[in-house]
């Protein structure tokens, strides 16, 4: 097997936990479509054209609330700035000279997810193992969504809410290894956790969008790390 195969393989397995992960959130998802309206057949339409569980569930509360488009693209501009900053970083580890269309098509399938187990892999990234991992979690959304909004109410909230958590568990099983590896990531981590919770109750930032508090957040800590404990060049990256 030729060496894109065997990286999209192994992009597939490192994506697997995420795409079931996501089948459990997306799920949940699906119900909360049908309750406000959409058919199944719109609910994977728009779980398949987009991978953002926070702008989607954002989006249902727009359309509920009968918001305008402007309304709509606004409130995923915020909530999915985020994905700009991954999006530059994932971009800085791609191997020289991908094209364009490679980058393009490796974008939309930036997530939290995604972006954490990429950064986590050795050496450059190539298009194909982006492609794995992204083959492995779009199923996991866009079908949940789909066998959710099917199953309409037949599930609990209790049980909704629970395999919601699913999701933050597996994004925690992505950061400890690193953490474990590197004391600066732990450093990093911690410090972006008790920023992102004191953002989240101060009274002059809890009205921000989540989305907007991901940036300052990033931006903040991100930053500092760079400035207090910068990473020494030992050469390019092995691919």
């Known amino acids: 097997m030729r060496r894109g195969g065997l990286l999209f393989l192994r992009g597939v ?4 936990p995420i795409g079931a992960g996501y089948f459990a ?7 909360q479509a ?19 569980s926070a702008g989607q569930f954002a989006g249902l509360g727009v359309i509920k609330a009968g ?13 999915n700035l985020r994905y700009c900053l991954m999006s530059c970083a994932i971009s800085q580890k ?8 490679h980058r393009w098509l490796i974008a939309f399938g930036v997530t939290d997810e995604i972006f954490g187990v990429s950064l986590a892999a050795k050496g450059r990234l190539r298009p ?16 949940g969504s789909l066998l ?23 994004f925690v099983a992505i950061v400890i290894p690193a953490a474990k590896a590197d004391r600066r990531v732990l450093l990093v981590s911690l410090a972006a956790a008790v920023l992102s919770a004191a953002l989240a109750f101060a009274p002059w930032t809890a009205a921000l969008g989540e989305g907007m508090r991901v940036v300052i957040v990033t931006l903040l800590v991100a930053g ?4 207090l404990c910068p990473l020494k060049e030992k050469g390019a990256p092995r691919d």
């Open 13 to 16: 397995r490192d994506g697997l």
């Open 25 to 31: 959130v997306s799920f949940a998802f699906g119900i």
């Open 34 to 52: 049908v309750a406000i309206g959409l058919t199944a057949l719109q609910t994977f339409a728009l779980s398949g054209s987009n991978l953002t």
């Open 67 to 79: 918001g305008t488009l402007a309304a709509m693209a606004l409130t995923q501009l915020v909530i």
């Open 94 to 101: 791609l191997a020289p000279g991908v094209p364009f269309w």
């Open 128 to 143: 194909a193992y982006s492609y794995g991992l992204i083959a492995a979690a779009w199923p996991g959304w866009a079908g």
């Open 148 to 170: 959710g909004a099917i199953a309409g109410d037949v599930l609990p909230p209790s049980v909704t809410q629970a395999l919601a958590m699913a999701l933050f568990a597996m």
């Open 224 to 227: 500092a790390a760079a400035w």
